[in-house]
């Protein structure tokens, strides 16, 4: 049988550490503030091998990961996750600085702000602003504005998908691709009650609930708000190529399986990845899963980077 959000997979035994270890997550409004004082706790280790580490305080902060060894004369922003409420940038410094050395182009890793104190559109805005500032400053960090590529994970995916729909829209330098790593993007997800008897580790239908009230000023519905969940797009058509990815015991399953379809249905290049047996967020342990995971999304990159 095909898994689903409501029928996902068994656990893959190379994930069954980190399932214990974090799968009994729970995300509400007495959690969300001790998750971010836990977060530094948590993320894997960051590898400074080979690149440097560098802070642009000209807006909300933005951390730039460069290698070492220049290849390419593109780059990456990258958005973190943490069900908006939740996460800063350092908790992808260890994704960023791989794809910085695996690619040789800097990886550009902004702050954004958080609900519940700072609902839609704040964290939009930032990412927004974060966009036009990388570029405004291309030639100051070397780099060809038509060769940018947006990524995120989870929420960070559901901020980048939302990011790509405004620029599309705005016009102007648009992205080169879009990598959305199990991204969270559809708020009618968390009123699927029947949802909340699944067990779904690290990122229940309970925390999504949470976490989309806190984004949306409490009401959780993205009803007639243009870029709050990319999910409610009408038209798709005219977005950069995208790769997205996610594990077949995430709640985000079903969400991004008819994203990625309705994608290809309306002409966009789509790489799409499931992954049998894994979890929400199991690539910020290290496996062979994730290490195959994060591989299939270089690989994407490499085709618009360079």
């Not at 922003?77 to 050395?101: N, Q, S, T, W, Y």
């Not at 949306?216 to 990815?245: E, F």
Request: proline share 7%.
């Amino acid at each position: 049988m095909k898994a689903s959000s409501a029928r996902p997979d068994p656990v893959a035994p190379e994930l069954a550490a980190l399932d214990k270890k974090l799968g009994k997550l729970v995300v509400n409004r007495f959690t969300y503030r001790l998750l971010r004082w836990l977060g530094p706790k948590l993320r894997p280790r960051f590898d400074p091998s080979e690149v440097t580490l560098s802070y642009d305080q000209a807006g909300p902060p933005m951390a730039i990961i460069t290698p070492h060894e220049r290849r390419g004369d593109g780059a990456i922003i990258m958005l973190h996750g943490g069900g908006f409420v939740f996460g800063e940038p350092a908790d992808v410094f260890p994704k960023a600085a791989i794809f910085a050395r695996a690619l040789g182009v800097p990886v550009v890793c902004p702050a954004y702000r958080l609900g519940p104190q700072a609902p839609y559109p704040a964290s939009l805005d930032d990412a927004h602003a974060a966009w036009h500032r990388v570029v405004a400053a291309s030639s100051a960090l070397a780099i060809d504005p038509h060769k940018i590529i947006i990524a995120g994970f989870s929420a960070g995916g559901g901020l980048a998908a939302n990011l790509v729909h405004r620029l599309h829209d705005e016009g102007a330098v648009q992205p080169a691709a879009q990598i959305l790593v199990y991204p969270m993007l559809d708020d009618r997800t968390a009123e699927r009650r029947e949802l909340d008897a699944v067990r779904h580790s690290i990122w229940s239908n309970r925390s999504n609930r949470f976490g989309w009230r806190a984004l949306l000023a409490g009401t959780g519905s993205a009803q007639g708000l243009s870029y709050a969940a990319a999910a409610r797009r009408g038209d798709l058509s005219g977005l950069p190529p995208a790769w997205v990815g996610v594990g077949r015991c995430d709640l985000f399953l079903d969400e991004d399986r008819a994203y990625a379809q309705r994608l290809a249905a309306a002409g966009v290049a789509v790489d799409y990845e499931e992954v049998a047996g894994a979890i929400h967020a199991f690539d910020m342990d290290d496996n062979p899963l994730a290490r195959a995971f994060t591989a299939a999304q270089i690989a994407f990159a490499q085709l618009y980077v360079n």
